[in-house]
């Protein structure tokens, strides 16, 4: 009689382990190499793209952003080009067009494949994946927006841009 009891209670526990192991194996296991993984992808889909890099400490990265946010000669200047940012500290995948061929990374392999390790750091880019320019740091709402006209507009082929920003009176 005690045998029965017994018996009863070792099928509950197996009945209890099986059906643990059964949900947790419904449950799908992502991992940054998955290739489920979401991915950021920063391929401009406009003539030109403004990629910022930052990192989680940067005060010049928050007010940047707040500039963005509020500046409306800056946002109006940013209408037709691209805006990407990535984060130093991030391994989040990201796929990108530099140099006419596509990468696949993450944003912090990204970053530093692009030397970028000041923050903020402003680099712009073409369609193609070419650099057309880096900025090294914040830059005042007025000089952004001069920056991103000189992109735009092409000048950058025909003068660099300290001489168009002095030209235009905004350095």
Known sequence: MVMRPLLLILLAVV??????SQDKAEVPVRTADSAEAPKK????????????????SCIYCKQLNKDIET?????EALKDIDLFRILYE?????????G???????ENDLARTLKALSFPYLIF???EGNIILRIPGYLYPNQLVCVIDFVKTGA?????VTSYLKRKNCA
Do not use: M
Request: with cysteine.
């Open 15 to 20: 009945w209890v382990l099986s059906c643990g």
């Open 41 to 56: 992808v920063i391929i401009p889909k406009k003539d030109y793209a403004l990629l910022i890099v930052e990192s989680k």
């Open 71 to 75: 500046e409306k000669a800056l946002q």
């Open 90 to 98: 991030s391994y989040t995948p990201v796929r990108a067009n530099f």
């Open 100 to 106: 006419g061929k596509i990468i696949e990374t993450s």
């Open 125 to 127: 880019y073409d369609k």
């Open 156 to 160: 950058y082929r025909e003068e660099d």
